[in-house]
């Protein structure tokens, strides 16, 4: 799968063949369990990311949140 259209993480992995989804999970528990405070995790870009949330943040160089 090059590109989901999914918009949670949940339905992403439900997307995945029983295969994938073992070893994509268990890559996840890797990161979660690594992952430092302030970060979150979402879907971007068709696949699941880990980002700042702009809103921890004052106003960005291009003035928004």
């Known amino acids: ?17 029983s295969e994938r989804r073992e070893t994509v999970g268990a890559v ?19 696949m699941i990311s880990y980002v700042i949330p702009l809103s921890t943040y004052p106003t960005t160089y291009n003035s928004t949140h």
């Not at 890797?30 to 879907?43: A, D, R, S, W, Y």
Request: hydrophobic share 40%; net charge negative; glycine share 6%.
């Open 1 to 17: 799968m090059a590109k989901s259209e999914a918009t949670t993480v949940e339905d992403y992995l439900t997307e995945l063949t």
């Open 28 to 46: 996840r528990a890797v990161i979660l369990k690594h992952l430092p405070e302030g970060f979150e995790e979402v879907m971007d870009f068709g």
